[in-house]
């Protein structure tokens, strides 16, 4: 991918934003851009004190930014409740009537929620879960399929103050159950399932085993599927008949501007999921701002980000962005290839979709399932296209600005992270110059820069460290719990900043290109996973002894999982424990962590303070052809000589 890189510096291919474009837009040129970027970097309070105002706050702040390096408190002592500012000022105007929520299932049902009735059943479900015994600080863990009622959950937690924890609905029984644990949570929302490529997920029955020996003392199911499941008396209710029948009347409180609006877990360096904090003013105001300006959204604007709500993306640009700019959000239950692999166009042109926000990997695989299935559809009511969750390899770029935007809508590449909750780094489409490949330029507000270990400034062009410089509202927190991971984790590396975990390098223009991650943590199909986490659940089973897992290069999903495996002694190391060992990750974590390859190996190549040579086994791994699905034996005299190769070289 590098070289690709490479080849569009040297040609240095770039795409102006269309004068028609530019016109209408919210930032209408780079000079534009530049004079809001210089005035946010010398006045950062002011600038984010203005956008802040935009939100409905019922107590005005003393404070804009307390910044103790790496405790941030932004607009103190100001009080707000983001779902009022995602509902209640709107219901409050002409757009009461407007759709809020365009909603399809996978089996073709829809569904249309206008912002008068999401805050109805916004409110509903508030009097529920207060009614269910939540409180303002208690904790409720969502597991549920992309249906309205996800939003409806998140939206009604953060009305009474309960931070919410969303699960991917794709995670297992033990990962939900670890999350649960970790956040302590009260309650839990999902559902009898949900349709995945004409199946359904069987929710419901991951949180019975989930919720096993854990604080959670309700389970609230929402009937989505008809799907038979097992209610316990006095532990389990129906959504419906909780829900649906409580006032639809809430009057909300406002909470401090730090009050936890939510934790979402994500992966780290260690076995250990990070519970990632985010808190209710500074997270809002990233969401809406950078809604408003990378989306350049407008009223009559139907988005649609394709992200699943149990992600960062989901929660920034699915519900929270999206509804604070009052726009029509566009949510999709299932699979892109469901019934055929055109589902997105069809839905592009039955709903008239004008934003459109996807991950290279969907991109990679649209453009290999072939050119006719976008090419049946009128797509002409796409003016602006977004992607996310992991560097875009310049071929992917030039087939989605070709195939799906006909030349004609800008592509925003978006750089950010569950941590810094908004985008961070990105074009502006009525302004910036687009580079297939390059995220372009930081947001205005956002310091972002490539600098050294030491700190210092890499040169254009220079591989280093992307990092931050100053503190933006919607950072991280905390971690949930360890304060001090999270101190060593973003502020431990290079002085003074936070600390991404990216490499990328700085061209002669400015452009940041994102290089993927310096540090244990993978990223496949831009799902985020750490190699440590699939190690410790490769080694919970009884027949391994050791394990390393490394990520390797993979076409589609951007790296793919290779797991060498040291079995124990007198266990065959053939196909079916292969097998046996993808099944248990998938049972331990999800699907979306199942190695691509195990391979099995005598012993793993160790320094000679016992560290495991991950970048000698990253080396094997991307090295050969890929074996698919076969395992072989490696040869432990190979491993051995190149084990001391790399030594030398170290
Ligand atoms: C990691 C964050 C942010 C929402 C989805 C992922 C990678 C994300 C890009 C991009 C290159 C990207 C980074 C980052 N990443 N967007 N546009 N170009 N890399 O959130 O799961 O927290 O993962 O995704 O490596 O650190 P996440």
Not at 114 to 132: D, F, M, P, S, W
């Amino acid at each position: 991918m590098s070289q690709s890189i490479e080849s569009v510096l040297t040609e240095n291919r770039s795409f102006a934003p269309s004068e028609e474009f530019a016109r209408a837009a919210q930032v209408k040129s780079m000079a534009q851009y530049e004079e809001m970027y210089r005035r946010a970097d010398e006045d950062p309070e002011g600038y984010w004190a203005e956008v802040a105002s935009e939100l409905a706050w019922t107590k005005k702040w003393s404070k804009t930014l307390d910044w103790k390096l790496p405790d941030a408190k932004w607009f103190v002592g100001g009080q707000l409740n983001a779902s009022v500012s995602c509902l209640d000022r709107h219901v409050a105007t002409w757009r009461k009537n407007k759709a809020a929520l365009l909603w399809e299932g996978e089996p073709g049902d829809t569904r249309v929620l206008t912002y008068g009735q999401l805050h109805r059943e916004v409110c509903k479900a508030a009097n529920a879960l207060i009614a269910l015994g939540v409180k303002k600080g208690d904790f409720v863990a969502i597991y549920l399929p992309m249906i309205p009622e996800a939003a409806i959950a998140m939206l009604a937690c953060a009305r009474i103050g309960a931070p919410h924890t969303v699960v991917f609905g794709g995670f297992s029984a033990e990962a939900l159950g670890d999350r649960i644990k970790d956040a302590k949570a009260k309650i839990v929302i999902t559902s009898d399932g949900g349709w995945r490529r004409g199946a359904i997920v069987p929710l419901k029955e991951n949180v019975d085993r989930a919720v096993e020996g854990t604080s959670i003392e309700k389970v609230v199911v929402v009937k989505r599927c008809a799907n038979d499941v097992a209610m316990k008396d006095g532990r389990d209710v129906w959504w419906h008949d909780t829900v649906d029948v409580a006032s639809p009347r809430h009057e909300a409180e406002s909470f401090d501007s730090e009050h936890t609006l939510f934790t979402l877990y994500t992966s780290g360096t260690t076995g250990k999921p990070k519970g990632i904090l985010h808190t209710t003013g500074g997270y809002l105001t990233g969401a809406y701002y950078t809604t408003k300006l990378v989306f350049d959204l407008r009223d009559e604007d139907i988005f649609w980000c394709t992200a699943d709500i149990g992600w960062v993306t989901g929660h920034s640009y699915v519900v929270y962005g999206p509804l604070a700019n009052g726009a029509t959000v566009l949510m999709y239950e299932g699979a892109p290839n469901q019934p055929g692999p055109d589902r997105f166009w069809d839905i592009i042109a039955k709903w008239g979709v004008t934003v459109f926000y996807t991950a290279p990997t969907a991109i990679r695989a649209f453009m290999r399932w072939g050119d006719q299935w976008p090419a049946k559809h009128d797509l002409s009511s796409l003016r602006l296209l977004g992607s996310v969750g992991e560097p875009i390899n310049p071929e992917a770029w030039m087939w989605y600005r070709e195939q799906i935007g006909h030349n004609r809508c800008p592509i925003v590449d978006t750089w950010w992270q569950t941590e810094t909750g908004s985008i961070m780094i990105s074009p502006l489409p009525g302004a910036t110059p687009t580079k297939p490949g390059s995220a372009t330029r930081p947001l205005p507000g956002i310091a972002a820069d490539v600098v050294h270990k030491d700190g210092t400034p890499a040169k254009a062009n220079e591989g280093g460290f992307l990092v931050i410089k100053k503190p933006w509202p919607s950072m991280l927190r905390t971690i949930f719990g360890d304060h001090e991971r999270f101190q060593k984790t973003y502020f431990g590396e290079v002085a003074g900043c936070y600390f991404a975990g990216d490499g990328a390098r700085k061209d002669a223009d400015g452009y940041f290109w994102v290089m993927g991650r310096v540090d244990d943590v993978i990223n496949v199909a831009g799902h985020r996973l750490s190699t440590m986490e699939v190690e410790s659940a490769l080694v919970s089973h009884p027949k391994v002894a050791e394990a390393a897992v490394v990520g390797r290069p993979d076409d589609l999903k951007g790296q793919a999982i290779v797991a060498f495996v040291t079995p124990r002694q007198g266990v065959a190391a053939d196909e079916a424990l292969a097998k046996v060992l993808r099944e248990h990750v998938s049972s331990q974590i999800g699907a979306l962590a199942r190695p691509e390859e195990i391979r099995f190996a005598e012993a793993l190549p160790k320094t000679r303070s016992g560290k495991i040579m991950r970048r000698l086994l990253r080396e094997v791994a991307s090295g050969s052809k890929s074996r698919g699905d076969t395992t072989t034996l490696e040869d432990q005299g190979v491993l051995e000589r190149l084990a001391q190769s790399f030594a030398q070289e170290e």
